[in-house]
């Protein structure tokens, strides 16, 4: 691996450190959303005393609400090239509004008395609200930013593998810490479990955030801005409908995306969990933190296995590969679940007398989990893929729209999950969350099946489908590159963005020294 930044054909590649660090404000995003996604309903349930319907519907509204901010904040990303660049001062100020926005909704709202609940209610929608705004300032980075740390299709891919390590110190801190925090302080319903568990999530995320603008600040500049051209962009309604209905890759990969996404988001959901190892299998303490790990390390061979087939045979190929082996493997986890019965040993996991129906549970869980968890991020570098097509298509360079209409979509089916889970709960007459120690309970089984199993399954078939007729393939994305290359050489040597695109088209147009090899 190169550490130049450039070469003369106008490929840009990263250094070691930047492909490691930058990744990490996915990491630092994922701390607050794995909060939100998963406890912030126990808390406006359980602490505030808030309605059940209220509390899970509530993380739909704002997850809606911040969807419907993103392309918002594209456009200001776009229209920014100050002194600090373009993308670190929206990483750093959303974490900043995220933390102080999470201080005041998880401590703040408790001074208010439970007489007047009205204001209870009031307060925790401004503040949630106030939370999304920064939450969406610094995760619309996440996909922006890595159109200018690299174009080169060798090291794309590798932003997964390194949002791995990245999601581990981030979400996957939290959802290790969480059953801890759990066992010794109270139940994810108690105020001192959020006592313990609200800072540090905040400072876990600081960090992460200080190490991701390390590792965008050499490149978050101009002269890496798309075709180099100094012409501000122009963000109009208009660009979005055009884009919309001309850059159809970008279509095919919101389906992708939200597909993975939805998946993640339900088979992960805690109260999900609480039911299947506490409710059914009866010992939430001893199989929720074992499980969670056999996922972690079933994942890390897949990240190497997607990063070397991205590098081989492009991102799609990657994608649909392992997305078709975690739909295969969760049939059969559907299957072992549907044998599962109230109190029959043999049909029951238990990690202390291993038995059979554990081993073949374990196995195609940690294959199925590995395998999706792997490709669960994957649609994000293939976003970059998507803004350079942009690039090459009109010539327009809009990281900022490209990334946030992709998280519209995303977010729109995301939101989802919770309010899902909600109903589910409320069909089977349950008026709070239920928690690890939660009893078992007529209609449970068949609820996890459904959330567990056939959503995440469906999710994955609508990928599979979607990825059908996605032309961004490893050789076009050498193409356009190559394209792209020459037509910056061009600019930068005098003529104009429309001169460029006219000038320069095809691969066969490109001089040899501007083809990626």
């Keep these: 691996m190169s550490n130049e930044s450039t070469t003369a054909a106008g490929m840009n590649r990263a250094k070691p450190y930047q492909l490691v660090l930058f990744p990490f404000n996915n990491g630092a995003t994922n701390v607050y959303y794995i909060l939100t996604i ?3 309903a126990y808390y406006g349930n359980g602490v505030l005393g808030l309605a059940l319907m209220f509390a899970t519907t509530m993380v739909t509204v704002m997850r809606l609400f911040d969807a419907v901010t993103d392309p918002i904040i594209g456009a200001l990303i776009d229209k920014t090239n100050g002194r600090f660049g373009k993308f670190r001062p929206y990483m750093v100020l959303g974490n900043v509004i995220m933390a102080v926005s999470a201080f005041l909704l998880y401590f703040g709202t408790r001074l208010i008395p439970d007489t007047m609940m009205w204001l209870r209610y009031t307060s925790y929608v401004v503040i949630y609200a106030l939370y999304v705004i ?3 300032f610094q995760t619309s980075c ?3 930013g890595q159109t200018v740390l690299t174009n080169d299709p060798k090291q794309r891919p590798m932003f997964t593998i390194f949002n791995m390590v990245a999601s581990m110190l981030g979400m996957g801190a939290i959802q290790f810490l969480a059953p801890i925090f759990r066992a010794k302080f109270g139940d994810y319903t108690t105020a001192a479990f959020f006592d313990m568990m609200i800072p540090i999530s905040v400072i876990i995320s600081a960090l992460l955030t200080v190490l991701a603008v390390i590792g965008i600040w050499e490149k978050d500049q101009p002269k890496y801005f798309g075709l180099g051209s100094e012409e501000k962009q122009k963000i109009r309604i208009s660009e979005y409908v055009a884009i919309m209905k001309e850059n159809k890759p970008l279509r095919r990969l919101m389906v992708a995306g939200a597909g993975c996404k939805l998946a993640l988001a339900i088979a992960t959901n805690g109260t999900v969990l609480c039911m299947l190892y506490g409710s059914m299998m009866g010992n939430y303490n001893g199989l929720y933190l074992p499980m969670m790990i056999a996922g972690y390390v079933f994942s890390a061979p897949f990240f190497v296995l997607t990063v ?8 799609k190929a990657s994608l649909t590969r392992y997305v078709g082996l975690a739909l295969v493997m969760y049939v059969g986890v559907f299957a072992l679940l549907m044998f599962w019965k109230p109190g029959v040993a043999g049909v029951n996991l238990s990690l202390s007398s291993l038995n059979i129906y554990t081993v073949l549970f374990v196995l195609l869980f940690g294959i199925g989990y590995g395998a999706y968890y792997a490709t669960a991020d994957m649609p994000i570098p293939m976003v970059a893929d998507c803004s350079d097509y942009e690039t090459y298509r009109s010539g327009n360079y809009i990281p900022g729209v490209m990334g946030t209409l992709f ?3 995303d977010k729109l089916v995301s939101s989802l999950s919770s309010t899902v889970v909600g ?3 409320a069909a089977i007459g349950l008026s709070t969350l239920p928690g690890g120690d939660t009893p ?5 089984k068949g609820i996890v099946l459904v959330l567990f199993c056939v959503i995440p ?3 994955w078939a609508l990928t599979l489908w979607a990825m059908k007729g996605y032309t961004l393939t490893g050789e076009r994305m050498k193409e356009i590159q190559a394209v792209n290359a020459v037509r910056k050489d061009a600019i930068a040597k005098g003529m104009s963005t429309e001169e460029a695109l006219a000038t320069w088209k095809t691969m066969d147009q490109v001089p040899m020294e501007f083809r990626q090899e």
């Design 407 to 409: 998280s519209l979509v």
């Design 38 to 40: 998963t406890y912030i």
């Design 142 to 144: 996440t996909r922006s």
């Design 440 to 444: 078992y309970m007529e209609g449970m």
């Design 134 to 136: 920064g939450y969406t």
């Design 457 to 459: 399954m469906i999710a």
């Design 308 to 315: 070397r087939t991205s590098q081989k045979h492009g991102q």
């Design 423 to 425: 109903i589910a709960i």
